[in-house]
């Protein structure tokens, strides 16, 4: 069965240090999420692609924050420098067409210390 | 969007029925009614959709009263694996409208034996 793919599945660094994400979706599917989950609460959306475009980026803090899908395939999350609130698990999920379920791929446990 | 509104938390035996009522009073003519589960530290998992009246698969049914402001999940004879949160979405997610999709608290779900 297909699945999003993310790596690194967990992931501990220093505050104001660099850290990627990245995400793979599955093939063929056009729409991108990157969520933050921090632990108790739901899934907050930091951006969304369709193909290489993004959509929605509102909720991202692009002082900090960047994303990127250059291919409209595979997609990276940075965050430069980590602060010790961005630790959290951020998730990726793909969607293929009009109101299909969304596929969701493992987290990146992010800890910054 | 249409903002959702459902209970924090829920209890239940193994072998009982659960039924998670969402309200979603400002939902559009166009918005599905999509509900995830999600186990700790994975990323949630599509369980159904549906635009009125009822939806059954394997898994859950969904029932959508005529006014569609609110929907209710419904869980067969639950067993301890069902131990979850479970969200409830409300959107458009159609090519045109590049919906967000949009996750609040959800509802802790919590069967003992």
């Known amino acids: 069965e297909a699945e999003v793919a993310q790596s690194p599945r967990y992931k501990i660094t220093e505050k104001s240090q660099a850290v990627a994400f990245w995400c793979d979706p599955i093939?063929?599917?056009?729409?991108l999420y990157w969520y933050r989950q921090i632990l108790g609460q739901g899934p907050e959306l930091l951006v969304q692609?369709?193909?290489?475009?993004?959509?929605?980026d509102s909720q991202l803090p692009k002082d900090r924050f960047s994303a990127e899908r250059l291919k409209g395939v595979d997609s990276t999350l940075k965050i430069q420098p980590a602060e010790l609130g961005d630790s959290a698990m951020y998730l990726c999920?793909?969607?293929?067409?009009?109101?299909?379920?969304?596929?969701f791929g493992q987290g990146t446990r992010l800890t910054v210390v | 969007l249409a903002k959702t509104t459902q209970p924090i938390s829920m209890d239940s035996y193994e072998g009982q029925e659960v039924n998670i009522t969402c309200s979603h009073n400002?939902?559009?003519?166009?918005?599905?009614i999509t509900w995830y589960q999600q186990f700790p530290s994975q990323g949630p998992r599509f369980i159904i959709q549906?635009?009125?009246t009822k939806v059954t698969n394997e898994v859950a049914s969904l029932f959508i009263p005529a006014d569609r402001k609110s929907s209710t999940l419904s869980l067969p004879r639950v067993s301890l694996s069902d131990t979850a949160v479970y969200y409830c979405?409300?959107?458009?997610?159609?090519?045109?409208?590049?919906?967000?999709?949009?996750f609040g608290a959800g509802t802790q779900v919590v069967v003992t034996p």
């Open positions: 999920a793909s969607i293929k067409g009009e109101n299909t379920e969304a596929f």
């Open positions: 093939s063929g599917h056009a729409t």
């Open positions: 692609f369709q193909d290489e475009s993004v959509v929605d």
């Open positions: 400002n939902i559009a003519t166009n918005d599905y």
């Open positions: 549906g635009y009125k």
């Open positions: 979405l409300v959107g458009d997610w159609t090519t045109d409208s590049w919906g967000k999709l949009q």
